[in-house]
Structures are given as C-alpha cells and as structure tokens.
C-alpha cells in the first residue's frame, strides 16, 4: 500500500506543479502564487530533509523554508528528482527494512526517531496537506485546482473500476 500511495503523491504533485504552472502564466506578481511557492519550498526542503535522514547523511538545510523562494522551475525540478528518488528507493527498500528505526535532529534541534516506514509516510500525509493549502490559494487567486484525491487517481489509473457493480 505504501508503494500506491506514493505513485498517488507523484500523481498529485504533478498535478499541482502543472496547475502552478499555469497560476504562473496568468498571474505570477500576485501574493498568491508567493503563497503557493512558499508551500512549495516547504514541501521541497523537508523531503530533502527526509531523504538525508534516510540516507544518514547531513541536513542540506538549516530550516524547513528559506527567506529566498526559487522560482518554480527551480521548485518543478526539485520535487521531481524528489519523488524520482524515493520511487526508487521505496522499490529497492527490502521488506526488512521498513520498520528500521532511523534517528535524527529536526532543524529546531530536537531529536527524533521514526522508522523508515512512517518517514515514507510522513512525506505522502505532509505533501497532501501542503497541496491543499496550494489549492486553497489557487481557489482565492482565480486560478484552477485539480482534483488530485486517491479515488480520482485510482479510478483514473484503472477506469475498469467504474464498472464493477457492488454487492
């Protein structure tokens, strides 16, 4: 299932970067799409975050946002190598292996442990959370929000499930 829900995440994120693409075209200046990129870069520089802890290596950033937003090709490119890599590393990740314990400092300093599984996780639930405060600018900014729910994708990915009958 984890393995779904992240091609879910992938799915969803590509949706949005495409939806903030256009956002752009339209309306770049506005607070909004500021807004929308900051949301971007938060969600970008925790899974690099992440990634790191995963790999025991050493945090690539001091805080999980910075005063400086790159611009969303910059953001496209990052979330992109992001979702690419943990695709990667969730099919190479033997099944022992999920519930390894990994520990770490949070950027505030404090301490944590969690397995890889729940790391993985994290990133799908803090992804979605994030895409809905997107979506929630681009309602307020006149742009389009795409559907990105696990019953669109689903449905999407296996249209054959529309017509199975219950009961």
């Known amino acids: 299932m984890l393995k779904d829900a992240y091609s879910y995440k992938v799915w969803a994120d590509e949706r949005t970067l495409a939806a903030l693409a256009d956002f752009e075209g339209k309306d770049q200046a506005s607070p909004a799409f500021a807004f929308m990129r900051q949301q971007l870069n938060h969600v970008v520089i925790?899974?690099?975050?992440?990634?790191?802890r995963l790999l025991g290596e050493l945090a690539p950033h001091p805080a999980t946002n910075t005063e400086v937003v790159p611009d969303l090709h910059v953001l496209t490119r990052r979330l992109t190598a992001s979702n690419?890599?943990?695709?990667d590393y969730l099919a190479r990740l033997a099944p022992t292996e999920f519930c390894s314990a990994v520990s770490?400092?949070?950027t505030d300093g404090q301490h944590g442990t969690m397995t890889r599984q729940e790391i993985l996780f994290h990133l799908i639930n803090h992804g979605t959370y994030h895409r809905?405060?997107?979506?929630h600018a681009l309602d307020l900014g006149g742009g389009?929000?795409?559907?990105?729910?696990y019953?669109?994708?689903?449905?999407?990915?296996?249209p054959q499930r529309r017509q199975r009958a219950c009961g």
């Open 132 to 135: 809905g405060a997107i979506g």
């Open 104 to 106: 770490f400092v949070f």
């Open 151 to 158: 019953s669109v994708f689903v449905h999407g990915a296996e």
């Open 46 to 52: 925790v899974e690099e975050l992440f990634k790191a």
């Open 84 to 87: 690419a890599w943990a695709t």
């Open 144 to 149: 389009k929000r795409p559907a990105d729910t």
